[in-house]
């Protein structure tokens, strides 16, 4: 494909972002959240532009949207390609969003030539990797993996709607929540491109990069627990002051995070009962916590939990943290990354850079099922989760030459191994 060809793709891809972007848009960013009126809207306006790529389109009982190309003979195995619709709130435009558009653009690339392909090819919209409205993530790639958790149904988001009321809304029958899961059989694997959100292609002027592997998240709810009281009249010997308790407990997560490599983030910090005048009796708190490995994370979190009691017990203070979330580390397929490899090298960069991904990704559910390997798109600063996310138009050429590369490296070693 000509420069002048991929440009213009890649400004059609970025267009859609923008429209995308409209359909959620607040001040200055975007919200769009699992089974919400923009999520079903995004979903039309995705399943739209797979139709006009040539693709059979539906819509999965967990609110995925699907486009599928068939390949050189009817119901083959598929080759899956996408990221995620939904956003965190306030966010930027092309996190997950330009997974899925990128990978609606190569369906349309490769659509005259799907005949030739010794595999189905299918773009994903999955509806749920944030877990901004519920307080979990991956619900709509591991419903797809066969992970559902009945227990998900009644998860409420802060107005108090559940799940299962959401999904009902949503025009979804929580029965049939079995029906999204797809069988390993059925898969040749999953590639899905995604902007970094992280510094290391800027800092090594690379416009991609290939992954490595994915870490693993746990999430938690913590509570410091003190005594409210009135705060002219409490003398500071006698005050158990909660929130100075958790400022303690936070210092603590990000020194111990920086000291053994990991990473380790309190997203959210509220007091109670909030007076002004009131010493606060109470903490709640979120964190985060990663590292490349799983073992090196868990020891992190038992680090942190030792030093936050530790801390809390010499203030007269109660602790309490309760997991959330807990997503194991996934390593990228050695064979599926090495046409991702392949793909890059087609666009001029013979040695990618190797990356492992601090940031979670549907991919992480669907190894489960079937191979998966990623492409990261470089983007400005490393900003991401907020409006100021950025790429550039050459970037997502780049980016969408090398994707559709990779699957026609994936095509070339499938035939070679399944000859008739």
Request: hydrophobic share 45%.
């Given at each position: ?6 440009r ?5 891809v ?39 790529a040539?693709?059979r ?19 083959l ?7 995620h ?31 030739e392909?010794p595999?189905?090819?299918e773009?994903?919209?999955?509806s749920?990797?944030?877990?901004t409205?519920f ?8 419903a ?36 999204a899961a797809?069988?390993?059989?059925d ?6 491109l ?16 290939v ?61 109670h ?12 708190f ?6 490349e490995h799983?073992g ?12 936050a ?20 580390g ?17 666009t ?14 549907d ?16 983007c400005a ?30 095509a070339t ?8």
């Amino acid at each position: 494909m000509s420069t002048s060809d991929a440009r213009r793709d890649a400004q059609r891809v970025l267009d859609r972002c923008d429209e995308l972007a409209t359909v959620s848009a607040l001040e200055g960013g975007v919200e769009r959240v699992h089974l919400s009126p923009e999520h079903a809207r995004a979903n039309e306006v995705a399943a739209r532009w797979m139709a006009g790529a040539g693709m059979r389109t539906w819509r999965d009982q967990a609110g995925n949207q699907w486009g599928r190309l068939e390949g050189n003979a009817p119901g083959l195995p598929a080759l899956v390609l996408g990221s995620h619709l939904d956003t965190v709130t306030d966010a930027g435009r092309y996190d997950g969003v330009l997974g899925v558009l990128t990978a609606i653009e190569v369906a349309g690339r490769l659509a005259p030539r799907a005949a030739e392909l010794p595999f189905a090819l299918e773009v994903v919209a999955f509806s749920d990797e944030e877990g901004t409205r519920f307080s979990t993530a991956l619900m709509g790639s591991s419903a797809v993996a066969g992970a559902w958790r009945e227990e998900w149904w009644d998860r409420a988001d802060d107005a108090g709607t559940t799940v299962r009321e959401a999904a009902a809304a949503f025009g979804l029958d929580p029965a049939r929540i079995a029906e999204a899961a797809r069988r390993p059989e059925d898969l040749v694997g999953y590639l899905e491109l995604h902007i970094e959100q992280g510094p290391h292609l800027e800092a090594a002027d690379r416009p991609l990069g290939v992954v490595t592997s994915i870490a693993g998240a746990r999430r938690f709810t913590g509570r410091v627990v003190g005594e409210a009281r009135h705060a002219g009249g409490t003398p500071y010997p006698k005050r158990r002051d909660a929130l100075v308790g958790a400022s303690e407990v936070v210092l603590a997560v990000e020194r111990l995070a920086v000291e053994r490599g990991g990473i380790a983030t309190v997203g959210r910090l509220q007091a109670h009962p909030g007076g002004v005048n009131v010493v606060p009796g109470l903490v709640e708190f979120s964190l985060d916590v990663r590292a490349e490995h799983d073992g090196e994370r868990d020891a992190l979190v038992e680090a942190i939990a030792a030093d936050a009691r530790r801390l809390c017990t010499a203030r007269g203070l109660g602790f309490e943290l309760d997991e959330t979330h807990c997503a194991a580390g996934v390593y990228c397929d050695a064979d599926l990354s090495a046409s991702v490899v392949a793909g890059i090298a087609a666009t001029g960069d013979a040695d990618p850079l190797r990356i492992w991904s601090r940031a979670g990704h549907d991919a992480m559910a669907v190894a489960a099922i079937t191979p998966v390997a990623m492409v990261f798109v470089r983007c400005a600063d490393g900003i991401s989760h907020a409006p100021a996310e950025s790429v550039t138009p050459s970037d997502v050429a780049t980016g969408l030459d090398a994707l559709e590369a990779a699957v026609l490296d994936v095509a070339t070693r499938r035939a070679a191994t399944h000859r008739p």
